[in-house]
């Protein structure tokens, strides 16, 4: 501390016609709703005006004692700040008032010994709330008691997308930005995410980031689809209306600036395998190609005719013959033939007793194109009559494999 009597004064003298100057200038910035406000404004004061939590458009009286220049009625701006003289502009938004009193004294004692300021919440700020982005009426709202975060999005309209794609950003003077996933207050009821909201917050309702992805192939729609940003091809064949009877999840692809990269979504989606959801990018393209391997089921059958291997499983032959309505009466089942192409182009015949499958045999596999042929009982051996290769291929005719 300066103890020059001179030096003192002089220090005294120019500060005082700084605050003079800077009163002027806040005379200005008033008129341009900056500054100081009239004293016609109404008085309402806060039970306690000392720990109250200032914010945007409350007024308050600043006394600086022995500075009547220094000393107004100031409106907090929209940005929660003010400008004091000598001090400058100050961010008084999540302050208290006390919090402000020492704030603007440290601030004054670069100019003035020992300065005493005086704080007095002269006008509460009106009770309003803003909500602005994906709700039914945006705008600004008037405060009522109680309300909680799903009050006030109701009011504002509901939201205009699902909730699942929402979260809700909330800027509330001094304290930290809140997100919260509108999931969980409408789907979950999660009473800890349904916030009670103040007067003065800002409620922002933003939608996830989505991506466009086009989806061709063995699917009910195939088309452009967007997903959430994040998510993969189970999403996207899901947003495509989910697989059709002839899809083969297990051999999907997806395209991506020319490179094809395989997807198993048999195991994603059948099996819920969620390490098998390849994650999709925007402009990416799941193929969801079409299950072609197809076997047939004929003679004593209840239902013959072709079946399409399932996809991602393996099918055997009393699976088949059980997805053909089961044996008919007068099968001849000591003499159940499958027939397969084999590698050499030749055509070879097994003959099953049909009470030993799965037990004293094992119940073989099926492979695209195998014929399982079930002869009448009493009948003649087609394979007596003609050669594997013609049967097979008179079968094959008959069923259009």
């Given at each position: 501390?300066?103890?020059?009597?001179?030096?003192?004064?002089?220090?005294?003298?120019?500060?005082?016609?700084?605050?003079?100057?800077?009163?002027?200038?806040?005379?200005?910035?008033?008129?341009?709703?900056?500054?100081?406000?009239?004293?016609?404004?109404?008085?309402?004061?806060?039970?306690?005006?000392?720990?109250?939590?200032?914010?945007?458009?409350?007024?308050?009286?600043?006394?600086?004692?022995?500075?009547?220049?220094?000393?107004?009625?100031?409106?907090?701006?929209?940005?929660?700040?003010?400008?004091?003289?000598?001090?400058?502009?100050?961010?008084?938004?999540?302050?208290?008032?006390?919090?402000?009193?020492?704030?603007?004294?440290?601030?004054?004692?670069?100019?003035?010994?020992?300065?005493?300021?005086?704080?007095?919440?002269?006008?509460?700020?009106?009770?309003?709330?803003?909500?602005?982005?994906?709700?039914?009426?945006?705008?600004?709202?008037?405060?009522?008691?109680?309300?909680?975060?799903?009050?006030?999005?109701?009011?504002?309209?509901?939201?205009?997308?699902?909730?699942?794609?929402?979260?809700?950003?909330?800027?509330?003077?001094?304290?930290?930005?809140?997100?919260?996933?509108?999931?969980?207050?409408?789907?979950?009821?999660?009473?800890?995410?349904?916030?009670?909201?103040?007067?003065?917050?800002?409620?922002?309702?933003?939608?996830?980031?989505?991506?466009?992805?086009?989806?061709?192939?063995?699917?009910?729609?195939?088309?452009?689809?967007?997903?959430?940003?994040?998510?993969?091809?189970?999403?996207?064949?899901?947003?495509?209306?989910?697989?059709?009877?002839?899809?083969?999840?297990?051999?999907?692809?997806?395209?991506?600036?020319?490179?094809?990269?395989?997807?198993?979504?048999?195991?994603?989606?059948?099996?819920?395998?969620?390490?098998?959801?390849?994650?999709?990018?925007?402009?990416?393209?799941?193929?969801?190609?079409?299950?072609?391997?197809?076997?047939?089921?004929?003679?004593?059958?209840?239902?013959?005719?072709?079946?399409?291997?399932?996809?991602?499983?393996?099918?055997?032959?009393?699976?088949?013959?059980?997805?053909?309505?089961?044996?008919?009466?007068?099968a001849k089942r000591n003499g159940v033939q499958l027939f397969r192409l084999g590698p050499d182009g030749?055509?070879?015949?097994?003959?099953?007793?049909?009470?030993?499958?799965?037990?004293?045999?094992?119940?073989?596999?099926?492979?695209?194109?195998?014929?399982?042929?079930?002869?009448?009982?009493?009948?003649?051996?087609?394979?007596?009559?003609?050669?594997?290769?013609?049967?097979?291929?008179?079968?094959?005719?008959?069923?259009?494999?």
């Amino acid at each position: 501390m300066i103890s020059n009597p001179t030096v003192r004064t002089f220090i005294s003298t120019f500060a005082i016609g700084c605050a003079l100057f800077a009163s002027a200038l806040a005379g200005a910035q008033q008129a341009a709703g900056h500054g100081p406000v009239a004293e016609s404004a109404k008085v309402q004061v806060p039970a306690d005006s000392e720990t109250y939590i200032l914010g945007p458009e409350d007024v308050i009286s600043i006394t600086v004692r022995n500075v009547p220049e220094m000393s107004a009625d100031y409106m907090i701006q929209l940005d929660g700040t003010i400008y004091f003289p000598v001090v400058g502009q100050v961010k008084v938004g999540g302050m208290s008032s006390k919090d402000l009193k020492d704030y603007l004294e440290r601030g004054l004692s670069k100019e003035l010994r020992e300065p005493q300021v005086t704080i007095n919440v002269k006008q509460l700020r009106p009770n309003r709330i803003y909500v602005f982005g994906s709700v039914g009426h945006p705008g600004v709202l008037d405060y009522k008691r109680g309300w909680r975060l799903s009050e006030l999005i109701a009011s504002a309209g509901g939201v205009s997308l699902p909730a699942e794609r929402l979260k809700a950003i909330v800027f509330r003077a001094g304290t930290p930005t809140q997100t919260i996933p509108l999931r969980k207050v409408f789907v979950d009821a999660d009473e800890a995410s349904n916030i009670a909201v103040m007067p003065g917050d800002s409620i922002n309702v933003q939608s996830d980031i989505t991506v466009r992805i086009s989806v061709v192939g063995e699917c009910r729609t195939p088309g452009m689809h967007e997903i959430i940003e994040g998510q993969g091809a189970v999403e996207a064949l899901s947003a495509a209306g989910g697989q059709t009877q002839a899809s083969a999840l297990s051999r999907a692809k997806v395209m991506r600036k020319g490179v094809e990269m395989p997807v198993d979504l048999y195991s994603a989606v059948i099996d819920g395998d969620t390490s098998k959801n390849v994650k999709l990018e925007d402009n990416d393209t799941l193929v969801i190609p079409q299950q072609y391997a197809k076997v047939a089921v004929t003679g004593q059958v209840n239902h013959p005719g072709t079946q399409l291997l399932p996809d991602g499983r393996t099918q055997t032959l009393m699976g088949a013959v059980t997805d053909a309505g089961g044996l008919a009466g007068g099968a001849k089942r000591n003499g159940v033939q499958l027939f397969r192409l084999g590698p050499d182009g030749k055509t070879h015949r097994t003959v099953y007793n049909w009470k030993s499958l799965g037990n004293k045999v094992p119940d073989p596999v099926l492979q695209d194109k195998d014929i399982v042929f079930i002869p009448q009982s009493g009948a003649p051996n087609l394979g007596d009559i003609t050669s594997f290769s013609n049967l097979y291929f008179i079968i094959r005719t008959i069923t259009g494999l």
